[in-house]
């Protein structure tokens, strides 16, 4: 009877586990097979083993493109987190219109991040652009090397929030009352209560805020694109997910852009062991006690 009950959960299983396998295992394998192989797109491919690795270790433009990521996540991820957690709260005070707000947040999250980079350049244009005029000053957002990353940052922080801001108000709602007012009938006040009961047991969301917002930010490219586009003024918003596709579809030089793209993909999974670990004795999931 168990044996025929595990076939059946494997046949009900099958479905899935051949998405799985064909769009994540299949990809992954084919990238490291293309790693060890020089492309350029037309003609046949040549096995150059590790030749690849090695090119890619001496460009000083993959190492200069993973310190404007870092640089660039640095900024979105705190901002995006305290921004969303703030609407977050206001969002589930329900006051009148915080049904109307919910659907404004999101809103930019849900548009194409291309088309939303066109608009943002020329909000940020600096001739004619909508904050230069509303400022009435001229300044270079966009071709400003100062100026350029923390621009293309705050863009992305304005897409991100409202995906945040939901997932947060959904943690506070899973918050029983009766914790809440045992906190306040033991005498804490309202920061108190936040920083010792409410933010506690947000912690399962906020470590799913952090994860899927550090592996989009690592993994950003279509706003970047749009807004600064060959990397930006001297490189300052050429970010790996830009260099990957600068590397594979100009340079032509498929093999060492899938380098990068394992490199990527193996600094993004540390990334994520290492937040599971920090969070996996820091989290309770039962919020009934």
Do not use: H, K
Not at 185 to 205: E, H, I, K, S
Not at 222 to 247: F, H, K
């Amino acid at each position: 009877m168990r044996s025929r009950d595990t076939r059946t959960a494997y046949l009900l299983l099958a479905p899935s586990l051949f998405g799985v396998a064909a769009f994540l295992v299949l990809p992954i394998l084919v990238v490291v097979w293309m790693a060890l192989q020089r492309w350029d797109l037309i003609g046949p491919s040549t096995f150059v083993g590790l030749d690849n690795v090695v090119a890619v270790a001496q460009d000083g433009r993959f190492a200069r493109s993973l310190l404007v990521t870092v640089v660039f996540v640095a900024i979105v991820i705190p901002a995006q987190t305290v921004l969303g957690l703030v609407a977050a709260l206001l969002l589930n005070r329900g006051l009148r219109g915080s049904a109307v707000f919910r659907v404004l947040y999101v809103l930019p999250w849900i548009c194409a991040p291309l088309v939303l980079g066109v608009v943002w350049r020329w909000i940020l244009a600096p001739t004619d652009g909508a904050l230069n005029a509303l400022l009435g000053r001229r300044i270079e957002w966009l071709a400003d090397p100062a100026l350029a990353l923390p621009s293309v940052a705050a863009v992305t922080v304005w897409t991100q929030v409202g995906y945040v801001a939901l997932f947060f108000v959904a943690g506070l709602r899973a918050i029983p009352s009766t914790v809440l007012e045992a906190a306040l009938l033991d005498g804490a006040g309202p920061w108190q209560t936040f920083r010792l009961v409410t933010l506690p047991l947000l912690r399962p969301t906020l470590f799913f805020v952090l994860v899927t917002g550090v592996i989009s930010s690592f993994q950003v490219f279509d706003s970047v694109y749009a807004l600064t586009p060959n990397g930006g003024p001297q490189g300052v918003t050429d970010v790996v997910a830009g260099r990957i596709y600068y590397e594979a579809f100009e340079a032509r030089a498929v093999g060492q852009a899938a380098v990068m793209a394992v490199v990527l993909f193996v600094l993004l999974a540390a990334l994520t062991l290492v937040q599971q670990r920090w969070f996996a004795r820091r989290t309770t999931y039962d919020l009934s006690t």
